[in-house]
């Protein structure tokens, strides 16, 4: 593939059909009706992309790797193509500017592209559409079991919105995981939830032998890749010496089969469950091939359920997996086109602090956020109970600012797609949009970390104080997070119990709380980067 590997010139241009690097779907709707006679595929790798958020550099490699095969696959089915690769002499380094400049070489009649993932990609598609005078046909994404359509449809009149209504409807439209075979319209097993199940930690001896993801040795392409990657953004956070990802639809089949035989039994028994050293476990670690569209959610969904049916995996196991697919992932994206793009702003909790500088290099004395961290650079993932429960539970009871927190997620994960992360970050885990996301804020001392994992055993804090220089700072910021937000939590059925514990505290305790909380927050430093 050359540096802009467009094809035979084109006496008229019918259509421009824009591909986006998380849109690598030979079948998705941009292509319909796509004549090679008539059209050109336009694909462009652009700096903006990694550098709008610092974007970690497994991040980045991923992206390009991904994109770099999937123009190979186009070329092959002999679907003409217009690609310019972050390295071209005339790349324009945004993709607005670069748009703009093929569109001038090439002068098609038209735009057409599958709807994008991200608010200001399609607001920058748009703005060049207009600036040219040119229709742009933006087309329903395939890639999900619901529309934005559809999921207004059902938010619509609701006073508020929980996931497991949704997850029940989709269940029952796509008969899923339903009773008699999928006939009935009872829940196969006649509930719809087994969380009770699935929150079990290790054992003291940990995991034993788990079966491993599935690797994919770096070919030539990927190599190629990761070394302009070190130049390029060599500042960037991260490492790529382990980079291992799949990149093209054949790699991610690999993993999925690799999944649902060997880690989907025990996904859901430990898919709360932490150990220190060991980032993969029984996670699934299909997100990314999901969100780039290497997978389609319908067949992942179909290998799960058919696995259960085969008695090869047990319900509870299969019902988490896929709630985390139909329930979650739809969710997530239709909170996000619904409410943007002001739901990028909202700050509920009035939050200010900054992002604490050893986010970006892993640097801190606290064992659980330092192993997240640390695996996070060096492989671009963590997973949902680390996200939540370690890393974003501490930002929130610091009290960092939600749009910092959305930032960094954004920047250093494999597969963060700003429909499914923002949601995630700034709704889920930084309760900064007031409970459209969840219905209460996730708030735990240390002793929850404890129970899910050995990180304590060999952290210089103690989860069970609160107050001195001993006392995790999970645990002090926890109290000091009741304190500060008691007001508002107070109102919240979920938190109410949480809140009555305050009554525990002495004046004098309090005190002491907040000034050890004060002092946690001193000691941070602000955030590095751009």
Known sequence: MRADAAQRPMAELRTLIVVLGD??????????????????????????????????????????????HFALALQAAGRPLHYTRLDAVQNAGSLGAQLQADIQRLKPARLVMTAPGDWRVLQAVKSVA???????????????????????????????????????????RHRVLMGGDGASDEPEGGQWNFDSDNREAFGADGPGFVPPRACFEPDALT???????????????????????????????????????????????????????DPW?????????????????????????????????????????IRQILGWREYVRGIYWTQMPGYAERNLLDAQH?????????????????????????????????????????????????????AWFLAVYVDAVEWVELPNTLGMSQYADGGVMGSKPYV????????????????????????GD????????????????????????????????????????????????????REVQGAIGP
């Open 354 to 406: 900054r992002l604490p500088d050893w986010y970006w290099t892993g640097e801190t004395d606290m064992a659980c956020l330092r192993d997240a961290l640390a695996q996070t650079l060096a492989h671009g993932y963590a997973n949902h109970i680390q996200r939540l429960m370690v890393i974003g539970l501490y930002a929130l009871m610091l009290g960092v600012q939600p749009q910092q927190v959305h």
């Open 130 to 172: 207009a600036a040219n005078g040119l229709p742009l046909d933006v087309r329903e994404d395939r890639h999900f079991f619901a529309s934005v359509r559809e999921f207004a449809a059902h938010a619509k009149g609701r006073k508020s919105l929980r996931m497991e209504y949704f997850y029940r409807e989709q269940r029952k």
């Open 23 to 68: 849109q690598l779907d030979m079948e998705a709707a941009a292509f319909d009706g796509f004549d090679p006679e008539q059209d050109r595929v336009w694909m462009a790798e652009v700096a903006e992309e990694s550098s709008h958020v610092w974007s970690g550099k497994q991040r980045t490699a991923l992206f390009l790797a991904a994109m770099r």
């Open 444 to 467: 735990a001392t240390g002793k929850y970390i404890q129970r899910m994992s050995p990180h304590c055993k060999n952290c210089r804090y103690d989860p069970g104080q609160r107050t």
């Open 223 to 277: 190599r190629e890749v990761i070394a302009l990657v070190n130049t390029r953004f060599a500042a960037h956070p991260g490492r790529l010496d382990s980079f291992a990802w799949p990149v093209t639809r054949e790699q991610a089949l690999q993993s999925l089969r690799a999944f649902i035989e060997d880690r989907l039994p025990l996904f859901g028994r430990y898919q709360d469950a932490i150990w220190p050293g």
């Open 470 to 521: 001993s006392a995790c700072p999970y645990t002090t910021l926890y109290w000091d997070f009741l304190m500060r937000h008691q007001g508002l939590l107070a109102k919240n059925p979920r938190m109410a119990l949480q809140v009555k514990n305050l009554a525990r505290l002495s004046d004098v305790e309090k005190q002491a709380v907040m000034e050890r909380a004060t002092a946690l927050r």
């Open 281 to 321: 476990l029984y996670h699934a670690h299909l997100s990314a091939a999901l969100n780039l569209k290497l997978l389609n959610p319908r067949e992942v969904v179909a290998a799960a359920e058919a696995a259960y049916r085969c008695r090869q995996a047990p319900l509870a196991s299969v019902e988490g997996f």
